[in-house]
């Protein structure tokens, strides 16, 4: 039987009750942070580079919206998962299936139009492929989080339509430490659901220029505390009484628990980096291995019985009879390591101030463990690279112009593995301009990618070509206001779920089928912003709009098989409106510190463009065969999953 989880215990269970930190390491560490220079306040960011951005610009100057996590205000941020760390920034939430699952949802969007990179890098895990996916970058062992809102294709490729979300954690040095040798370590309690943490880093120079970086995480949480039953009993339709929770037995599972949401992770990495006159080369090594529990009610199986009639010609032939099995207790065993290696040159040629090449290898893998016992194993292998220049400055324009690549193979085995093993591979040339017209600072950019897909099973690849082009500004009207315009074209090139999908998601509870034929995803953005700021109070705010054309997005079909409802990959065109807004307070300043209040809030409203209905033809894969069904896909209506409009503080 199906079940659900009661909302009462998502998407954010109680906060910690017990907070407990402990940072302290070597007598210079203390002396270290001192030095760092790093504000508490996020939006005191001028002195904050961000380093996704070839030009290393400072966070407050670029017209583009961008918002940094870093110093205090991060370490007073950080969650267990990604997500959860930056899910109180405006325009930014987080998904959530189980405690252990937590990916960034930026104005909107998630899943493959939202980029996780590690230091400038893409992850290439496997989170974009189903909701119950982590990402595997660890948050307390990150020095800065970058989170660029609205399309970031001119930097990380069509992936990056809705927005990226950028993790630096400083194994491989940017600038010498002040100190010969410093570190820190942290312990943190949580009640709710006893987690004990532990992490630590040191930092060292041998020599003069050869800096060393070694840190490690532990992290243990059992089952989360909640109030009442985590199954709601409305959603058991057995025909008992619903009023009366004893009719139920063991199907509510235990009150006060929520049962299987317990986590395990490990976490660490070394680096060593040569900073010399000239240039600077760098490599770490990496590796994050987390264990979690899918909630139970999260995770149902598809029934395989076959005693039905195979002649379907039309959608309101229902297998309604059918239901889904009983289900295990599901984990997921996950492991990635991953290599970097990144170096520069300054001053290389008389036109050019540096060039900057960085890649990463990674060796991605985890295990859906139902009752212990492996079900499904997917893996993601590959290598991501890019090259930067910086130019010398011409005729007032600063720039930076490259390339990146790219190439994976993704497979899937196993009886849930809905996804065909699939090779992927990118290429995607770029360039940046930036000049300043009296009060009137410009940004323009373009970009181009193409992305090739070969999935095995003898299905049909394809080539798709992406063309982005940026222009934002920001008009400086006085040293306490501006404002801040942007308009964007984006393309996205679809996914192997998205074209090739055939069979049970688990984690939607759906049959999906893919659309081998769908086009390219193209986006238009309109944005406006303000921003004013004096020594009591700092304000931003923003309202957008993006307008689709052949929008991707999986719709019903109003057809159940095998006792799940079958969901389509389809395009239309829809539009995303939003606002966000932010303030902050400073209240008092003293010697015992600064006390402030932040307030925030955001919106978003997305929905299809149009009305009535239109004739979709699918083939429902079943065993050895396929049911072929005629529906109806809606045309309009609100599309589901968007984040809700927020206010807090």
Do not use: C
């Not at 593995?417 to 995607?428: C, E, H, I, K, Y």
């Not at 939607?508 to 193209?522: F, H, K, P, Q, Y």
């Amino acid at each position: 039987m199906t079940r659900q989880i009661s909302s009462r215990t998502l998407p954010h269970l109680a906060r910690p009750a017990l907070f407990l930190a402990l940072a302290a390491a070597l007598p210079a560490a203390h002396a270290a942070a001192d030095n760092d220079g790093q504000s508490h306040h996020l939006t005191e960011l001028s002195a904050v580079k961000v380093t996704a951005s070839p030009l290393q610009s400072d966070a407050e100057s670029l017209a583009r919206p961008v918002a940094v996590l870093t110093g205090e205000e991060l370490d007073a941020r950080k969650g267990a998962t990604l997500g959860d760390t930056i899910a109180r920034m405006p325009g930014v939430q987080t998904t959530y299936f189980g405690p252990g699952v937590g990916r960034p949802v930026i104005r909107g969007q998630e899943g493959p139009r939202v980029a996780v990179v590690a230091n400038g890098v893409g992850n290439m895990d496997a989170s974009t492929v189903s909701a119950d996916h982590a990402t595997s970058i660890e948050p307390f062992l990150a020095d800065q989080i970058e989170v660029l809102k609205g399309p970031a294709t001119l930097l990380f490729g069509s992936g990056a339509i809705g927005g990226a979300v950028n993790v630096v954690d400083g194994r491989i040095a940017r600038d010498l430490p002040d100190h010969p040798l410093s570190g820190r370590a942290e312990l943190r309690g949580n009640s709710v659901n006893n987690e004990r943490s532990g992490m630590f880093r040191l930092d060292g120079v041998s020599g003069d220029n050869l800096v060393l970086h070694v840190d490690g995480l532990v992290r243990n949480g059992d089952d989360y505390r909640i109030p009442g039953y985590a199954i709601d009993p409305a959603a058991l339709d057995d025909g008992h009484d619903h009023d009366n929770h004893d009719d139920h037995g063991d199907e509510l599972g235990p009150r006060g628990r929520l049962e299987n949401s317990s986590t395990r992770t490990r976490a660490g990495g070394v680096g060593a980096t040569w900073l010399g006159a000239s240039g600077f080369l760098g490599a770490s090594l990496g590796t994050y291995r987390s264990n979690y529990g899918i909630p139970n009610g999260a995770h149902v199986h598809a029934d395989d019985d076959h005693g039905h009639d195979h002649d379907h010609d039309d959608h309101g032939h229902d297998h309604g009879d059918e239901e889904g099995e009983g289900e295990h207790d599901v984990r997921i065993d996950m492991v990635q390591n991953r290599f970097d290696v990144k170096g520069g040159l300054y001053d290389p040629l008389p036109f050019l101030q540096s060039v900057t090449v960085r890649a990463a290898w990674t060796d991605y893998e985890h295990t859906e463990l139902e009752a212990g016992t492996p079900s499904t194993r997917f893996t993601n292998k590959g290598v991501e690279g890019r090259v930067e220049a910086v130019q010398q400055p011409l005729a007032g324009w600063n720039g930076a112009f490259g390339l990146q690549f790219g190439d994976s193979d993704f497979g899937a085995q196993g009886e849930e593995a809905f996804v065909p093993d699939t090779r992927t591979r990118t290429l995607g040339l770029f360039v940046l301009q930036e000049k300043q017209f009296g009060p009137l600072k410009l940004e323009l950019g373009g970009r181009h990618d193409r992305v090739r897909l070969n999935p095995d099973d003898g299905l049909r690849g394809r080539d798709f070509g992406a063309t982005n082009l940026s222009a934002a500004g920001i008009w400086t009207v006085n040293d306490h206001f501006d404002l801040r315009f942007g308009v964007d074209g984006s393309e996205r090139a679809p996914t192997n779920e998205e074209l090739y999908a055939a069979g049970a998601h688990i984690a939607t509870r759906s049959l999906e089928i893919g659309d081998a034929n769908l086009d390219t995803e193209r986006g238009h953005r309109m944005e406006l912003g303000v921003h004013a700021h004096s020594d009591r109070i700092d304000v931003s705010a923003a309202v957008y709009q993006t307008k689709f054309k052949d929008f991707i997005y999986l719709a019903d079909t109003g057809v159940v098989e095998q006792g799940l409802p079958v969901r389509v990959w389809t395009q239309h065109d829809a539009t995303f409106k939003g606002a966000e807004a932010e303030a902050m307070f400073h209240l008092a300043e003293g010697d015992s510190g600064d006390w402030d209040l932040r307030v925030f809030g955001d919106y978003v409203k997305a929905e299809l463009d149009g009305s009535g209905s239109r004739r979709a033809d699918i083939a429902v894969p079943h065993g050895d065969h396929s049911h072929r069904y005629s529906v109806d896909l809606a045309n309009g209506g609100y599309l589901p999953r968007i984040s809700p409009a927020r206010v807090g503080a």
